[in-house]
């Protein structure tokens, strides 16, 4: 055994029986003056902590964490740099864009003029807006009626620009420089220029919602796409569709002034003035940031479809208003679109908004856009499937090809039985008394389906009647629909009613 430990020539620890090492006591020692050097080696790693500047106003909780972090002993590092902070005081709080933060630019025509300030009048308030419609020439006012229009002014001379573009037209160009033309008046107080057609429609509160996201000293470039997918891809998915409307900050449209007219020279093959307007914007490294509640509506037919099952964002514009149907049946383009504007007073952020839900005693399906339609089906069908709009219209290039559009759409109403019946709205008051709309929709006149399905038949309902409170701040929060209820109804047996409103805490559209 003693030779075997012996071999060891500098035992350190020996655990073997209990004789004596004559190196013991020596070792003993050393352990002792070890620990003793590790004892004042952290107590001077404290005291040096303690007193280092960046470490003094820490010291407390730096105690407390190292009490509890024991007994790893502590190395002492060099001093992490501090990320500078900004002591710079902050900037103080701009006031929430409103609707006179806007210029707006209205890409018009002579020729169409007569026709189309119909439209302009309908979302047009000269004593709160600003902006100007900017034609080719001149046209005659009629002071009585036109002074409820925004100003006009007429293009600068764009003919030395080249245009080669086989199809298309020279006012392209003329139509594209609108937001530097506007910027040039040097107005003030502007934060955004927004640009449409003639025939667009715009929601301005809305409108206002959906630029407040945004900050507007900031680069900027706000619109939507086609819904045909076809124009998509020959003009591009990176443009924001000038009918649909186009929104561009003010720093942005300050950029676009002092380069648009050398940037147009390079597109002189592009077809329109919003491609032209894109593809300088590409060379300002601008993307475009999609809002879906622009629209464009490349389509022909009736929108029933897209408006009875908007996606869930606020409704902004509706374009080519001389090309689809009128919105409502049995009346023309303007007083259809005149019908939207009660509803939109009273509620417009909750203007065509969808909510789903299901009688379930009668095994229907009820869809709400608020303001416009509701539509009952027989039958249960999944939100997945009720929030796709269906196909009640045609593709820019007239074809009810489903593949053509930029988003998905349902084919209701192949079996008679599934045809929903629609109600359109046709009444809204305002009850101040219980803070909540009143909004009624009748019975579209068209002859029932015929179905032999031994289910409840929606054709005794002649009449919706949907109770809402008006939430102006429905888009301040995370985009989600709203709930909506089948109350039952004691008093009038023609007569469906239903609350809309948030969703209540695990409220889901669900049947069992
Ligand atoms: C819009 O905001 C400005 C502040 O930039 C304010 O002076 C003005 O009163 C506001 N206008 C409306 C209509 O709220
Ligand atoms: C509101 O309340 C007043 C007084 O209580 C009543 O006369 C009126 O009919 C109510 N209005 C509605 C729309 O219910
Ligand atoms: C409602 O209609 C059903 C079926 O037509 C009928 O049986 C019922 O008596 C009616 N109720 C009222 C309150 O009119």
Not at 17 to 31: C, L, R
Not at 87 to 101: D, G, L, M, R
Request: charge should be positive; aromatic fraction near 12%; include cysteine.
């Amino acid at each position: 055994m003693i030779n075997q430990t012996q071999k060891h020539t500098q035992p350190l620890f020996t655990m073997k029986g209990n004789q004596k090492d004559p190196a013991e006591g020596w070792t003993s020692k050393k352990i002792t003056l070890c620990f003793l050097a590790l004892i004042s080696f952290l107590y001077i790693s404290y005291s040096l902590q303690f007193v280092s500047p960046s470490n003094l106003c820490r010291q407390q909780q730096s105690f407390t964490a190292h009490v509890q972090s024991q007994p790893k002993p502590k190395v002492s590092l060099p001093p992490i740099p501090q990320p500078i902070t900004d002591t710079t005081p902050e900037k103080p709080q701009e006031a929430k864009t409103n609707i006179s933060h806007i210029v707006f630019g209205i890409a018009a025509s002579a020729n169409m003029w007569g026709h189309r300030k119909n439209y302009i009048k309908l979302w047009w308030k000269a004593d709160q807006m600003r902006g100007n419609v900017w034609l080719d020439q001149p046209v005659k006012m009629e002071p009585e009626h036109d002074h409820l229009l925004p100003p006009i002014k007429i293009s600068s001379d764009t003919s030395k620009f080249e245009y080669k573009h086989p199809r298309g037209h020279q006012s392209a160009i003329r139509l594209s420089r609108i937001v530097s033309e506007n910027f040039r008046l040097g107005m003030e107080n502007v934060r955004w220029f927004v640009m449409g057609d003639d025939d667009t429609v715009f929601v301005t509160e809305n409108l206002v919602r959906v630029l407040q996201k945004y900050d507007h000293n900031q680069f900027y470039y706000i619109g939507s796409s086609s819904e045909s997918h076809l124009q998509n891809i020959y003009f591009s998915y990176n443009m924001a569709y000038g009918g649909g409307g186009i929104a561009i900050s003010y720093p942005l449209a300050k950029a676009l002034e002092k380069m648009q007219d050398r940037c147009i020279e390079r597109y002189t093959g592009l077809y329109g003035s919003d491609d032209r307007l894109q593809a300088c914007m590409a060379e300002l490294g601008v993307p475009l940031t999609r809002e879906k509640g622009f629209h464009q509506f490349d389509v022909y037919g009736s929108l029933f479809g897209l408006l009875a099952a908007h996606p869930v964002t606020p409704l902004v514009s509706l374009h080519h208003l001389d090309v689809f149907e009128p919105i409502f049946p049995n009346m023309d383009r303007v007083h259809a679109l005149q019908r939207l504007q009660a509803p939109m007073k009273i509620d417009s952020a909750g203007l065509l908004q969808q909510s789903i839900c299901y009688d379930k005693t009668r095994s229907w399906t009820v869809s709400v856009s608020w303001g416009y339609t509701i539509q009952i089906f027989r039958g249960i069908f999944s939100p997945r499937e009720i929030e796709m709009p269906s196909r009640t219209f045609l593709n820019w290039y007239k074809k009810a090809d489903y593949t053509t559009y930029e988003f998905n759409t349902h084919r209701f109403g192949r079996n008679p039985c599934q045809q929903p019946f629609v109600y359109y709205f046709s009444n809204v008051v305002y009850n101040k008394n219980v803070s909540h709309t009143a909004t009624e929709y009748v019975r579209d006149r068209v002859p029932d389906p015929e179905c032999h399905w031994k289910m409840a038949n929606p054709s005794r309902i002649k009449k919706v009647q949907v109770y809402k409170a008006p939430n102006p701040h429905l888009w301040d929060k995370s985009p989600r629909r709203n709930c909506c209820r089948i109350l039952p109804n004691t008093k009038k047996n023609g007569t469906m009613v239903i609350d809309v409103g948030a969703c209540n805490e695990d409220e889901v559209v669900e049947v069992r």
